[in-house]
């Protein structure tokens, strides 16, 4: 499986990006799949994650950012509204494959290049 991010911008703070994360099997509609971030000098970090309907955030985009998914178009899409400078990372999407917790990035795999999001105060 092969997935593609997309989406990322510059946004001004209290502004809104959707990122799409596509892929490039069917097989993709049976993961669970992350978003994490990683910005300049950071470890990557869990952001959202969804199973087959079920959304699941970290408290510091809880009731900004909303994880969504379209089978039918291979794609899981991030809503991400009321940004904030601190929200400024690269965004990359992955395919839970369960050798941890939904939290660790070291248990997904199939992971995209990346879409670069940056919100200016």
């Known amino acids: 499986v092969q997935l593609q991010a997309s989406g990322g911008g510059l946004v001004q703070a209290g502004g809104s990006l959707r990122l799409s994360c596509t892929a490039s099997?069917?097989?993709?509609?049976?993961?669970?799949v992350g978003w994490f971030r990683q910005a300049p000098g950071k470890e990557r970090e869990f952001v959202a994650l969804?199973?087959?309907?079920?959304?699941s955030y970290a408290d510091s985009v809880k009731d900004r950012f909303t994880i969504f998914r379209d089978n039918t178009k291979d794609t899981v899409y991030l809503q991400m509204n009321s940004l904030k400078p601190e929200d400024t990372a690269i965004y990359y999407c992955?395919?839970?494959?369960?050798?941890?917790?939904?939290?660790?990035?070291?248990?997904?795999?199939?992971w995209g290049q990346g879409t670069l999001v940056t919100v200016s105060s």
């Open positions: 992955g395919a839970f494959v369960g050798r941890s917790s939904y939290y660790d990035p070291n248990s997904y795999a199939y």
């Open positions: 099997e069917r097989t993709f509609r049976s993961y669970d």
């Open positions: 969804i199973t087959w309907n079920q959304g």
